[in-house]
């Protein structure tokens, strides 16, 4: 049987991405009380997530699989 409709098919850089902006707003709301430090945490913490990903693949990039 096969799926109908279309599919989501995320690449690596999307799916954390995704993964990043969810976790930052979840964090966000949960740590800090006024819409300012929500907004600043949210973006502080999604650059952050972003940067590590790509810097623990980076980190990763020469060894073999």
Do not use: C, N
Request: proline content about 6%; overall charge positive; aromatic content about 22%.
């Amino acid at each position: 049987m096969e799926p109908q409709g279309p599919a989501l098919v995320l690449s690596h850089i999307e799916a954390m991405a995704l993964f990043a902006f969810f976790t930052s707003l979840v964090f966000a709301f949960l740590s800090k009380r006024g819409w300012r430090d929500r907004t600043k945490y949210f973006l502080w913490t999604f650059v952050l997530f972003l940067l590590a990903g790509v810097g623990l693949g980076w980190l990763m990039y020469p060894f073999p699989r």
